[in-house]
């Protein structure tokens, strides 16, 4: 397999094309993902809420990331996307924690560790989304897919972190379209990435 390459600028280029062209169905997916995430302060006394809460976001998360990768290869999103990937659950929160524990056991071997693995694994909740593979098979084929390209994603995280920061100043309103635009970006170069192997 050979070393992917991708473009900073065009990603974030495509993302900001895509959320701009979709807004009203990005900026109402994130409305429901943060309205869903709300919901165990408002029942502070339920741990039941919590939880249906919790797997509400992931799927709708999740569902997001479906979403995205509809737009990045040329097709419509549709508000179902969100409620789509239930069958998914158990396989992103195995790989969430598998990665959580390797990352955080780098970061114990004086940080810079942590940080590789972390862009290593980058992609594992892409593959589980878009392949519907196991846990370990999207650590796997996340870690096959950064290879080669480690300094130029930490580069894109940093570029996307500066972006978000610019929707906090605006208020947080800003969020609403620099949040939407991040994952459009990182689902482009996910698919770019992909194409090597």
Known sequence: MTAASFSKAEAIKFGWE?????????????????????????????????VVAWVFDLVI????????????????????????????????????????VIVTVGFFLLVI??????????????VIVDRDVGAFEA?????EMTRGSCWNLFLFSLLLGAINILGMIALFIGLLITVPLSVVAIGYVYRRLEETM
């Open 18 to 50: 895509t959320t701009t062209r979709n807004v009203g169905l990005l900026v109402l997916g994130w409305v429901i993902f943060i309205a869903i995430g709300f919901m165990p302060a408002v029942a502070t006394d339920s741990m039941v809420v919590a």
């Open 61 to 100: 998360w999740m569902g997001l990331m479906r979403m995205t990768l509809k737009f990045v290869d040329g097709n419509k999103g549709e508000l179902a996307d969100l409620f789509s990937t239930f069958n998914l659950i158990l396989r992103y929160l195995g790989a969430s924690i598998a990665v959580g």
């Open 113 to 126: 560790p942590g940080i590789y693995l972390g862009i290593r694994f980058y992609m594992y909740g892409w």
């Open 139 to 143: 650590m796997r084929l996340s870690w």
